[in-house]
């Protein structure tokens, strides 16, 4: 039983316990995180204190340095260093220099010390010995040992050191040459020694918490700046924070930042006393507990009234209580609860007066066991109604009987189908069926559930609109006793976004991206399963290799993104001339193949290569043009001329190659066929072995432009090859063939030993073309004379180095890439600068790129041509030049032909292209023209020539 102090006490604690306890914890959160808010200013604080103190010494430095290399190409100076090097002087003097000596001391180094802050100078000769020391200490003094005289011979050299009563003092050092331009070997060494000064100038701490020191490698202390009253750092927190190395260190007493100085060796510490930098901080705390402890006493005297006020009804009610339970049990029923507080306890005293009349007139344990029951299944429709209210807001929802009808629809399932509930209960899932799946794939998923089991899969359903949508849906039997199903719960989740991603990724890579054509992977897919359909029951497969006859003049004539419109139309036409089920393909440039996997006959084949090629007939129409192309047919056919895929397309290929000797025509293929083409292949060989005596070889010389002001900076010689009787052949027939061959070397080297001599006839005549690039292929690049074979060649034409560049492709430098880098490092120190041709379109690893001497890197005229229609290409343009950059090298950008193109590339800071929106390859003579008339290019609205002058 509870006596009255014991209530009174119960709730006294309650009360103290809910109203001071939440003000305790409150207050130290916010103390705590003011704490910490203090701590992070601090370090902020002290790391910008640092960075301004670092930046201003490293300032003082380097005007200290550029004041000594400025003063180190005195024409006097100089001459009396080069004579003190070579005289044999008196000992322990000048000698015959020491009147010059004493006047260039008198007179330049007065107006030296006028405008720097300076407190000493040395000169030391080239042996180490003293010339001339302002300080007046004894001249001839051999520093050879010096560290700062033996650095000094080779570069500037920044030094703190200590005089011998423990003071710093700044030393710089540096070289003296005998000439300002070509400096050659240093002949002697100029010491300054700077005030001190300067440097404690920029070694203060902001605030009067804080301490700034300067130490050297070995830690000592080289400047300080300690508050008035404050104390020094202990040597220990020097040493902990400077091997610790650059940052913000933290003790129980002090914060430290710490910034090195490189120049020096040594480190700028600012620091701060945390027991004076939270000083506010701890008054506010005093402050906030003295607050506490006026809420405390008030919160105790306010819980003590109002337990005494809760407490006094309930021990009246209490005392009522006992007395009418006494009369109970001693047989009173009548005894009544009386009791007139005029408040809940009264009401309670009522309601417990009716529980008595209950009893007295109706069993308890009845109705105790029914509202038991009813409480049980409150709380299961409750569970029922909170699993309702997740689905509906997570999930498609439905139910169907056992037939699949529908019962119920939530409102997820409507919005997403597009129906209303009184257009789907009653009717089957057929209503929302879009006829996608195979019956196999819904036989497997009803039979699964009628066996009780859970079914999971995806399902693409059509909406009332005719929009399709997709689902990743779980259906869930309802078993009756006999564990039968009576209902089926569906639950979906809408994944109509992530199948359409898919269904994208899949058409790119199956797809080409010009003309929306099935690319060779999906070719080749289909192509086999033609041939494994094909050959139970014997049938025919035929594949149409089809060439465009005149697209390269086109092409030419009127650029790539013309040509690219021109293959999109072929491809239309193409297309209009197959049957269901037929394939058409781009495999590359402008060749197509067509697949059709079901023939009865052959003659079906040449009705249908005679269709394509009249398909073609009619002019194309684009922009403004009106273009007239041919085509050549080559066809091979399952199984007479190959029973694999890759066999068929090669057959194909060379009847291709046979039917276009006739123009405009089909050929099927032939044993002959393929000996025609090897024919062909070995008179061109045969042709190229005597190109070259025969002078058949030309140059041409495509012009590279600064992008950022039109102004010719170079050009790219391309070889071409005009045989006599046929006329200009194409560099993608031949090159090849000269790589296969080993041909390429000799005529490399004729590639090589032509652009450099013209380059030379250029120079000599006055003209400047800048460097002119030749490209260098695998075997050359790989063939063991090749540096040799360099070197003889601007040996004998007389010209430097750096007037010629080497154009390298990622293949060459990928394969053996320790030899590549050897390769590339000797070609780089001969002074000849390197380029990677075609870059991204290769396999380059950054690691290794970053490892290859090169100076320029070329993009690829694939990424250019597709600017302003694929994003992703404008990135890896982006992602190039960046990189270019970032490993401070030049970008070109090759095959640059519309204004597009080039304010894209400009915009980017790219800084070099070429094209044919400025020039196509010319001639050696339309190049001197170029050049002697000293034009450059405008690179706005569109690109014309200009007067470099004007």
């Known amino acids: 039983m509870l006596r009255k102090k014991e209530i009174r006490g119960r709730l006294f604690f309650w009360l103290l316990l809910f109203t001071l306890i939440p003000l305790f914890i409150i207050a130290s959160l916010n103390y705590d995180q003011l704490r910490q808010d203090y701590l992070l200013g601090a370090r902020n604080t002290l790391t910008l204190d640092a960075i301004q103190n670092k930046a201003a010494l490293e300032a003082l430095l380097a005007s200290y340095k550029q004041r000594l290399n400025t003063f180190g190409v005195n024409q006097i100076l100089q001459t009396l260093l080069e004579e003190f090097n070579d005289t044999e002087h008196e000992e322990g003097g000048l000698g015959r220099l020491k009147e010059k000596a004493d006047h ?110 300067l130490i050297d490698q070995q830690g000592r202390v080289i400047a300080k700046s300690i508050p008035e009253g404050g104390k020094a750092l202990p040597s220990r927190v020097l040493e902990q924070a400077k091997q610790g190395g650059e940052g913000i260190f933290e003790n129980s007493d002090v914060i430290i930042s710490v910034q090195n100085i490189e120049e020096i060796g040594g480190a700028l510490l600012i620091s701060a006393d945390l027991e004076a930098f939270f000083g506010p901080i701890r008054l506010m705390r005093n402050q906030l507990l003295l607050v506490m402890i006026t809420l405390s006493a008030v919160g105790i005297f306010f819980s003590l009234r109002v337990s005494r006020w809760i407490a006094m009804p309930i021990q009246s009610f209490k005392t009522h209580l006992n007395t009418t339970l006494a009369e109970l049990k001693k047989g009173n ?18 309601r417990f007066n009716d529980l008595i009349e209950l009893l007295r007139q109706k069993d308890l344990g009845g109705d105790a066991e029914k509202k038991k029951f009813e409480e049980a299944l409150g709380r299961s429709y409750k569970e029922l109604a909170d699993i309702k209210y997740a689905l509906d807001h997570a999930a498609i929802v439905a139910i169907t009987d056992q037939k699949g009808i529908i019962q119920y629809v939530n409102d997820k399932f409507c919005e997403i189908s597009k129906y209303s509930k009184e257009e789907v209960i009653g009717q089957s899932h057929r209503i929302i069926s879009s006829g996608y799946h195979a019956k196999e794939f819904i036989r497997n998923q009803w039979q699964t559930v009628a066996n009780g089991k859970i079914w999971r899969g995806e399902y693409k359903n059509r909406a009332k609109d005719g929009s399709y949508y997709w689902v990743d849906t779980t259906i869930v039997p ?84 013309f040509g ?44 249908v290569a005679e269709k394509v090629l009249e398909g073609l007939r009619p002019p194309f129409r684009i922009e403004e043009h009106e273009m007239f192309i041919t085509g050549s047919i080559g066809i091979s056919l399952y ?62 010389y495509q012009p590279e432009i600064d992008l950022r ?242």
């Open 478 to 561: 309802f078993l009756n006793s006999q564990g039968k199903p009576y209902q089926y719960l569906a639950i979906r989740t809408d994944i109509t976004r992530r199948k359409r991603g898919e269904e994208r990724l899949s058409y790119m890579a199956h797809h080409d991206a010009l003309t929306g054509l099935p690319n060779r992977t999906l070719f080749y897919d289909r192509l086999n399963q033609a041939i494994a359909q094909a050959h139970p029951h014997k049938r025919l497969v035929a594949l149409l290799y089809l060439d465009l006859d005149r697209f390269k003049i086109a092409n030419d004539a009127l650029g790539h993104a």
């Open 104 to 213: 260039f001391q008198a007179v330049e180094l007065e107006e030296f010390f006028q405008t720097a802050h300076f407190i000493g100078l040395r000169v030391v000769g080239v042996n180490g010995k003293v010339f001339i020391d302002t300080q007046g200490r004894e001249n001839g003094q051999d520093l050879s040992s010096d560290i700062a005289f033996q650095e000094g011979l080779k570069e500037v050299f920044v030094e703190y050191r200590f005089d011998s009563q423990g003071d710093s003092v700044l030393i710089v050092t540096g070289p003296v040459f005998p000439h300002a331009i070509d400096r050659g070997a240093s002949i002697g060494v100029l010491s300054l020694t700077a005030a001190i000064d300067e440097t404690k100038r920029h070694v203060k701490a902001a605030e009067n918490t804080k301490h700034a020191y």
């Open 333 to 350: 029923p009548g005894k009544q609860l009386t009791l007139q507080t005029g408040d809940e306890l009264e009401d309670l005293s009522d």
């Open 564 to 607: 690219d419109k021109l293959l999109k139309a072929v491809a239309e036409r193409l297309t209009l001339c197959l049957f269901e089920g037929d394939t058409v393909t781009r495999v590359g440039g402008d060749e197509f193949i067509l697949l059709l996997p079901t023939v009865a006959r052959e003659e079906n084949v040449t009705l």
């Open 639 to 700: 199984p007479r001329h190959g029973e694999e895929a890759e066999i068929l397309v090669i057959n194909a290929d060379t009847a291709m190659y046979r039917a276009k000797e006739d123009r405009d025509g089909y050929e099927i293929y032939s044993p002959d066929t393929a000996s025609a083409k090897t024919s062909r292949h070995l008179e061109m060989e045969t042709n190229l072995r005597h190109a070259l005596e025969r002078n058949e070889f030309s140059l041409r």
């Open 709 to 950: 002001d039109g102004k010719l900076i170079g050009g790219e010689a391309l070889i071409r090859w005009k045989q006599p009787g046929v006329g200009i052949i194409s560099p993608s027939e031949f090159i090849p063939i000269l790589e296969e061959t080993g041909m390429i070397i000799p005529v490399g080297e004729w590639i090589l030993r032509t652009a450099c001599a013209k380059q030379k006839a250029w120079q000599e005549a006055g003209f400047w073309p800048g460097r002119i690039w030749v490209n260098i292929s695998a075997r050359q690049f790989r063939h063991g004379n090749f540096i040799e074979m360099l070197t003889r060649v601007l040996e004998e034409t007389g010209l430097e180095p750096a007037a010629i560049g080497l154009e390298l492709t990622e293949g060459i430098l990928m394969k053996k890439t320790e030899e590549a880098v050897s390769t590339l490092q000797k070609i780089k120190n001969m002074g000849i600068h390197l380029a990677i041709d075609d870059f991204g379109t290769g396999y380059s690893s950054l690691s290794y790129l970053k490892r290859f001497p090169i100076d320029v890197l070329k993009i690829d005229k694939s990424f250019v041509d597709h600017i302003g229609e694929s994003l992703q290409t404008e990135s890896i343009i982006d992602t190039v030049i960046a990189l270019a950059h970032n490993l401070k090298l030049k970008v070109v950008a090759e095959g640059i032909e519309t204004q597009k193109q080039l304010d894209f590339l400009r915009n980017r800071q790219c800084e070099e292209g070429q094209g044919y929106l400025f020039s196509r390859p010319l001639t050696a003579e339309a190049f001197t023209e170029l050049m002697s008339e000293d034009r450059c290019f405008i690179l706005t609205e569109r690109v014309s020539y200009g007067n470099a002058m004007g």
